[in-house]
Nanobody, 118 residues
Framework: VQLQASGGGLVQAGGSLRLSCAAS????????VGWFRQAPGKEREFVAR????????DYADFVKGRFTIAKDTAKNTAYLQMNSLKPEDTAIYYC????????????WGQGTLVTVSS
């Protein structure tokens, strides 16, 4: 399975971006798809996740009300809609997939850079 993250770019504060995470290969054993981010000089942090079958969502407090995670299982694609972006949202955003049988994330995309200017 390979994950391809896309949709990053440069946006002004208050703007929006939608990230996509497209998967190639089988996804029937997926439990969660998550988005993470890593800002320069900082550790990677959790942003949001969605149950691949259940659709149940979970968000980090710092994105609640601004970001929305979604999925299209027919397209094997997950999305992260990011609104009201802030300069502190600047980071490389990664998508990842966790298998039902796993306790961690098993597959990672290559990351897409989001830069928010003030």
């Amino acid at each position: 399975v390979q994950l391809q993250a896309s949709g990053g770019g440069l946006v002004q504060a208050g703007g929006s971006l939608r990230l996509s995470c497209a998967a190639s290969g089988r996804t029937d054993s997926w439990y969660f798809v998550g988005w993470f981010r890593q800002a320069p000089g900082k550790e990677r942090e959790f942003v949001a996740r969605i149950g691949w079958r259940s659709g149940i969502t979970d968000y980090a407090d710092f994105v609640k009300g601004r970001f929305t995670i979604a999925k299209d299982t027919a397209k094997n694609t997950a999305y992260l809609q990011m609104n009201s972006l802030k300069p502190e949202d600047t980071a490389i955003y990664y998508c990842a997939a966790r298998l039902v049988s796993s306790s961690g994330y098993d597959y990672w995309g290559q990351g897409t850079l989001v830069t928010v200017s003030s």
